[in-house]
């Protein structure tokens, strides 16, 4: 499991790109680049990591489900995810 303040970190992350999209499209829109520099770092939404909503780990993410594979392959196992079953050939 990724430790607390990662994902605490990720959410607050994601506040600021909300509390400042309209902010950049409007900049990004007039070209004025020297004020879209001067926003907080955390504004661009390309810092936010997707991370697993069960175990908070960034690698193997499935986006389609938001879940890491390890969790997906758990909770696919346990018939949590409609739809999912094993394949077998």
């Known amino acids: 499991m990724a430790k607390k303040a ?6 607050r992350k994601a506040k600021t790109v909300a509390k ?3 902010k950049r499209a409007e900049l990004k829109a007039s070209g004025d680049y020297e004020a879209l520099a001067k926003l907080p770092r ?3 939404p390309v810092r936010l990591v997707n991370r ?8 193997g993410y ?7 594979r390890l969790t997906f392959r758990e909770l696919a196992r346990s018939g949590m995810i409609p739809g999912v079953t094993k394949g077998s050939w």
Not at 6 to 11: A, F, Q
Not at 52 to 59: D, I, M, N, Y
């Open 6 to 11: 990662w994902m605490e970190r990720n959410k």
């Open 20 to 22: 400042y999209a309209a």
């Open 42 to 44: 955390d504004a661009s």
């Open 52 to 59: 697993c909503q069960v175990t908070g780990r960034r690698h």
């Open 62 to 68: 499935f986006r389609k489900f938001r879940v890491s």
